[in-house]
């Protein structure tokens, strides 16, 4: 039976549109099969406004209102398959920018809990409202300043940082548990690049330098 939310709007095309692009992704480089089926199954039409669905299957990122934007499908895939490399799952996640929910909707099922955070209180009770009727039971959506918050040390074995940072916030480094992983897009306003910063079971840190990437840049502060 159709599912009324998730195959509702774009209903088959959808789902060709998807198959289609995670083959793309494919050729593009992305190569874990766990990240490219999330890109399968998540409907990125409904995190988009109505008047931008025809264009979500396309590989770009797309304004969400207030300045933000969806992140770009290959750059959701890449992140994920970065996070996933050599591991059985993302362990406990710490998302910091919710945007429109779409690379939290990739991650969860590949989790085994969720925290994300969005400092826009507008985009974190949309996100709030979609995120629901996929009924993630380990997903907790924020209203928080992600450069602020952050929990205890070691809570968590990934952090996907999905606005640019200049530099890799030491709070990021704190929460994470040995053998952690934070990938983030480092640089300035213009252009960054996709940092795979790793905390090694001795608690020697390890990074790699890898995509060049363009994100909105991260912001200090909550917003109504
Ligand atoms: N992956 C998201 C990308 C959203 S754009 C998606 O696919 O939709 C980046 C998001 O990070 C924006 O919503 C922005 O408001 C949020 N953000 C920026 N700085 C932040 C901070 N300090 N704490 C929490 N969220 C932040």
Known sequence: MAD???GGGLGMTSQRARERLAVRLREQGVEDERALDRIRSVPRHLFVDEALASRAYEDTALPIGHGQTISQPYVVARMTALAL???????RVLEVGTGSGY?????????????SVER????YE????????FRFAH????YADGLEILG???AYDTVVVTAAVASVPEAFRDVLAP?????????????????????????RWIERRQDEVFFVRSLRGLEP
């Open 139 to 142: 997903l907790k959506l924020h």
């Open 120 to 123: 826009i209180r507008a985009l």
């Open 179 to 203: 053998g952690g992983r934070i990938i983030a897009p480092v640089g300035g306003d213009e252009r960054q690049r996709l940092v795979v910063l790793e905390r090694d079971p001795q608690g």
């Open 85 to 91: 490399r050599g591991r059985r799952d993302l362990g």
């Open 126 to 133: 949309r996100a709030r409202r979609l995120l629901a009727t």
């Open 4 to 6: 009324p939310v998730h």
């Open 103 to 115: 690379q939290t909707a990739v991650l969860a099922p590949l989790a085994i809990a969720v925290d």
């Open 152 to 154: 205890d040390a070691g």
